[in-house]
């Protein structure tokens, strides 16, 4: 049984692979669109995931053209997004050609094949879209935690800000050490490192936004990163 929903499930692969091909071949650019916008979809789950440790709803300021640009929101996202769409090229392309003969049996195969009895019960379809619905949340998710935690404990490049007219009732139109945490079409979410909370500042509203080349960076105290989530 185990062998025969092996043997299934290979032959129904190598078949949905070479439809894969054909449709990429024929429909080249709507393939890179697809891609497109699933990375943009991992770009939403990064910035969901870092504004949301600083008690912000992403959702609340974010604007159809934020989540087609959200991919670019992080350098590593882009890197990380392009070396997982290569490594799952580069698998699917080995397996086409290399579809393994469950029929020929040895002790190794057959414990390998009886500890993937349930995968091989579901449809090579459905373990894409599972495998999708996996990943493309999962490594935005921990990359925005590190983020995070980078910035509270001012590990990141500090600037200093300018504005054009005070933030609500305040004064002060010179924000000195200041960390970037996101930045959309209509707002820059900047971690104020002084006040030890982050602030939302319109795009209209920034006269000029200069790196603190010379900074020492740190690590606060835990008490004092503990104190901010709060």
Not at 67 to 77: E, G, R, T, V, Y
Not at 198 to 221: D, F, G, R, V
Request: one cysteine or more; hydrophobic letters at 45%.
């Amino acid at each position: 049984m185990v062998i025969e929903a092996a043997s299934k499930y290979y032959n129904q692969l190598n078949n949905d692979l070479k439809a894969v091909k054909k449709y990429i071949h024929n429909n080249f650019g709507v393939f890179l669109t697809i891609l497109y916008l699933l990375g943009s979809l991992s770009g939403v789950v990064y910035l969901y995931v870092l504004l949301n440790n600083f008690s912000i709803d992403v959702f609340n300021f974010i604007e159809i053209s934020d989540f087609l640009l959200a991919l670019i929101s992080n350098p590593l996202l882009i890197t990380l997004y392009t070396t997982l769409i290569v490594i799952t090229a580069i698998y699917f392309n080995w397996r086409s050609g290399h579809t393994p003969d469950p029929s020929k049996k040895n002790i190794l195969k057959r414990l390998y094949y009886g500890f993937c009895y349930p995968y091989y019960l579901l449809k090579p379809s459905y373990t894409a879209v599972l495998f999708l619905a996996l990943i493309i949340p999962t490594y935005p998710t921990i990359l925005a935690h590190f983020h995070s935690k980078d910035i509270v404990n001012e590990k990141t490049m500090s600037y200093h800000l300018s504005l054009n007219y005070p933030i609500a009732q305040s004064k002060v139109t010179q924000l000195k050490n200041v960390q970037i945490v996101a930045s959309t079409i209509g707002n820059l979410f900047v971690y104020d490192n002084k006040q030890d909370k982050l602030l939302i500042i319109s795009q209209e509203n920034i006269s000029a936004l200069i790196p603190n080349l010379h900074q020492e960076k740190t690590i606060k105290p835990k008490s004092k990163a503990a104190s901010s989530t709060q």
